[in-house]
């Protein structure tokens, strides 16, 4: 048990010196109870919500209003659960749009590109992590 333990603090401290999720948050979840359980809410709100944005693209014209707000409602989400890399990716891509308009479409089509990138990141490391955990406790009965 202890090299697994020991495995499980090790891609922990990773997760956070990767900014896939703060050290801080992870540990204020775990301490809440059903850790898994909340981060599968997660990955589900951040999937609707890039879905949201993704249309929010599609539309002649761009609905920015939509895109912004699915934008903002991500920072949110991200910031929640501690994903710092996610947040930053979405308040870089916030920062190519105004109240009206597209500033630099490029940039959002590279920052929801980004974003993406760090969604995927964070999912399949935090999955990698829960099932360590599941090894761990099963183990424990």
């Known amino acids: 048990m202890e090299p697994l333990r020991l495995e499980i603090a090790a891609i922990r401290q990773s997760l956070h010196d990767e900014g896939v999720v703060d050290y801080q948050s992870l540990t204020e979840i775990e301490a809440a109870g059903n850790t898994e359980v909340m981060f599968e809410i997660f990955f589900f709100e951040i ?38 890399k996610l947040n930053g990716a979405v308040i870089l891509t916030i920062g190519y749009t105004d109240e009206e308009k597209i500033k630099d479409m490029e940039g959002v089509k590279e920052g929801m590109k980004h974003i993406n990138e760090e969604f995927a990141t964070a999912e399949n490391r935090l999955q990698d992590y829960f099932q360590l955990l599941r090894r761990f406790f099963a183990g424990k009965i």
């Open 47 to 84: 999937t609707k919500t890039i879905a949201e944005m993704e249309q929010a693209m599609q539309e002649s014209p761009k609905n920015v209003g939509r895109l912004r707000d699915a934008l903002h409602k991500l920072m949110q989400t991200s910031a929640n659960f501690g994903a710092r």
